[in-house]
């Protein structure tokens, strides 16, 4: 408006990502040192090595990227990161098992979102320490759909520093959505105005400040929280609810 000062509308140009790029139908297996061991507090042995491949995919700076029908055996990390730059992102189909790391910080991250506009549905995991996972200062919006994961060492959330605008949606996993305070390099509140939506499994659901997180119509045990702080909006616990995919309604009402 005039009173505003007056706008422009410009063309506009992003030739700095990559765009149009697709990966499909690969297996991969990692060769890693056998020999290369550690333990877990119980005294189980564990193959440690990480002189090996981290992911099949990862990438930063691009759009319009899709990866279907991938898997991963022995990666330290398994199909994939995407990155800081990263959007307009489908994942899906794809599968990580057997993670070959230390089980500590930075590693068994099999998918990972830094992105943004990114869908990652119908993935499986097992053995990873965060399996489906936000990183920080994300802006949103992002779905994990219809994913499964196994045999956790962590739980599959937002991880740090106040990421907001997550969507987990009929998956089956340990989720946290937390103030992790100090934990990791110091994570603080790692999630704002998430929404869990007909997910099962164990779930920590808290109330970040001046936000809200959501959980709606999960099935499972609610877990305990990392640091005693308010609970987020909870309903129908126990029970799911209709319609049975947030994400799949609000694509079929966008699409009418």
């Known amino acids: ?10 063309p506009y140009a992003d030739p700095q990502r990559l765009v149009n790029i697709g990966v499909e139908h690969l297996a991969a297996r990692s ?15 564990y193959a440690a090595d990480e002189k090996h491949a981290s992911r099949l ?75 489906f996972s936000f990183s920080s200062r994300l802006a949103g919006p992002n779905v994990f759909l219809r994913c499964r994961s196994s045999r956790d060492y962590g739980s599959s959330e937002p991880h740090h520093r106040w990421s907001v605008g997550g969507l987990f949606d009929g998956v089956d996993a340990r989720i946290a959505i937390q103030d992790r305070q100090w934990m990791g390099t110091g994570h603080g ?10 997910c099962t499994g164990a779930l920590v659901c808290q109330e970040p400040p001046t936000a809200q997180n959501l959980a709606i119509g999960f099935v499972g045990e609610r877990a305990k929280a990392a640091f005693d702080r308010p609970d987020g909006l909870w309903e129908s616990h126990g029970r799911q609810v209709t319609p049975e995919s947030l994400y799949e309604a609000q694509l079929a009402d966008r699409l009418r």
């Open 57 to 131: 995919v990862s990438m930063v700076n691009a759009k319009h990227v899709w990866i279907r029908n991938c898997s991963t055996q022995f990666f330290v990390n398994g199909v994939t990161g995407v990155g800081s730059g990263a959007k307009w992102v489908t994942v899906q189909d794809c599968r990580a098992v057997d993670p070959v790391s230390l089980i500590t910080g930075g590693r068994r991250y099999p998918f990972s979102i830094a992105g943004q506009l990114v869908l990652m549905q119908r993935c499986e995991s097992d053995g990873a320490r965060h399996a």
């Open 31 to 45: 060769e890693y040192d056998a020999a290369v061991t550690a333990k877990l507090a119980d005294g189980t042995v």
């Open 1 to 10: 408006e005039t009173r505003g000062g007056g706008g422009s509308v410009v």
């Open 189 to 198: 509140w790692s999630g704002a105005n998430y929404v869990v939506w007909n």
